[in-house]
DNA sequence: CGTCTTTTTGAGCGTTGTCAAAAGAGGTGG
DNA sequence: CCACCTCTTTTGACAACGCTCAAAAAGACG
């Protein structure tokens, strides 16, 4: 479990590069120009995959790149002073990881990956020299930095004001949307993290999780397959999620 | 209580500009050219003060500027689909808020004076344009908004994991490491929020708030005096503290 | 000085965490 | 391919931390 060479490239060359890439449109959601892709692609390393379990990146360690998931799932960490971890968010494919060390030059968070995962690495000084040409990059910067702060706040909100049911249900309804928003089925999927993580993630005891799920299932709301996930009763769900997501669900242009 | 009007200067001629207004250290703590300074300066808004209770931005307004607080306190916070609050943050002397806005172009969260409050308005469309010709600015606006994910993520920490007495004790000691940075004692300080603000920031009921800070008192761990604090054991309550402040630790350069 | 709000304090209850153990899933090697 | 081991998940019993309700005390404000 060592942290992967950032210099590792993994066949450069072969690998589909972002006007190919079907997250491209996520990923960049911004009318570039043709050359402007092309001058983000240079910047671009595309890394081997990280096996279950590798890290990323590792938290104190010095801030290089942002990433954006290609395929597989990440989450980000703290390791407290008691030693235990404490799970501050889950990455999906499309998703970009690592703004967070901009401020000190240095990743507050480690990142590991929860399955067989691939990634682009986007160094962030090249990135940044990027924006003085492209204007609209750094607005979708800014905008990629904004939306996390919003999404963040929402997650102060779960854990704040919600009780178990209705972090559950947010936990959830949250997937579904991001999975829906790259195409995939908002009612069924598969959770890649453990209910130890959910658990961590959301301020809940791994137990209580579990019987929430089931109590979910008795209750008709859910289908639970061990980790694969359907959502029978969507508006029911909704409904449990309650308080307003106004980050989360407003779609973006 | 309504919002103020954006386009209301209050007396701009005659109040201070950045290159003298003492926050200016921590407010742009980049090393501009006088001649940027200036530039800052020209787009910079001083507004007339607000009263306590009133508005700077209410959330779904339209998104035109950040601000930096001067004088005073002001809360964010969102109104959950129950009708009840959700304060989201804390805005002191030399903070900025607002960032939130850029991704929808729309406020997620209100924004609330807790006393009279003088802010200086940075229209961010300006501002951005201001970014292309100053890249330290871009680069001190890309490590402000990667500075408050951390935060947040710091307080998700805190709201997740920590139980009654930890948040407290965090929510004080925060407060002190603040003031410390603005040139304030950090050990004796006003609290401009009420119990029941305390408490719906930390996910807790106010007569916890109070119960904890009373036995604080009788543990010799701090002193108050109704608003007034004044932390006593320090060291004790670093070790409450507990987890790691990664962000809030670290002084910036 | 009276009224309204905020803060404090007390009593009792409920949700969720902890501990423990069984059941299930996944991985390894013979 | 199965047996075995380990890790994860589930389920149950119980306890505790923090919430709710209620009322008194202390401030704030006109």
Redesign the interface.
Known sequence: MSVINANTRFNSKLTSQCQNCSLSALCLPIALADEDVNRLDQIIERKRPLKKGELLFR?GQEFDSVFAVRTGTLKTF?????G?E?I??FYCPSELLG??????NTY??SAKALETTTVCEIPFAHL?QL??QI?SL??Q??????????D??Q???L???KNADEKVASFLMNLSHRFKKRGYSATSFRLSMSRSEIG????LAVETVSRVMTRFQKNGLIDVDGKEITIVDLPEMEKLV???E??GK?E?A
Chains 1, 2 share one sequence.
């Open positions: 938290q703290n390791i407290t002073n008691t235990e404490q501050t968010g703004l967070s060390g901009i401020d000190n507050p968070v940044e924006t003085a204007p750094k607005h910067i800014f905008r990629l930095m904004s939306r996390k702060i919003c963040d706040q997650m102060m909100v854990l704040g004001k961590n993630y959301l301020g309650g308080v307003v106004e980050c407003i973006h």
